[in-house]
């Protein structure tokens, strides 16, 4: 589990969770626990949301992925509204060789990930960090 998984499975009390999980469904979800993840995402993954934002959220792989454009954002210096998970390689100016290795350091250290240097060039799209 990474630290994302991790850090939402602290906030939903509970000793694990899956990206493909519906955050809602455990047992015990509340508005505090809402609240807990939304200062989560904004202090611990620098991923502020608005709470109408939220509510469009489902799962532990949709928080991730407004974290992990967040990250991407601030990487390559553009705003979170250039970003999405389909983001490609390239579709972004900033976006190249060098700002590529610095988004998969700065993903490995964030979310402790690892991506196997064999693997990182085939990371074509930001959903493909998410793992």
Sequence with gaps: MNLFSQAV???????????????RAFGGWCSLQGFGL????????????????????????????????????GVFGVGRQAISGETAYGSV??????????????????FGVSYPLETVPALKRLDDFLV
């Design 38 to 73: 939304l200062v989560m995402m904004e202090n611990d993954f620098h991923a502020p949301l608005t709470v109408e934002r939220f509510l469009e959220l489902r799962t532990v792989r949709d928080l991730y992925r407004e974290a992990f454009a967040a990250l991407a954002a």
């Design 9 to 23: 499975a602290e906030v939903l009390e509970v000793d694990s969770v899956a990206l493909d999980d519906d955050f």
């Design 93 to 110: 100016p900033e976006w190249d060789s060098v700002n590529h290795l610095r988004l998969v350091m700065e993903a490995e250290k964030r």
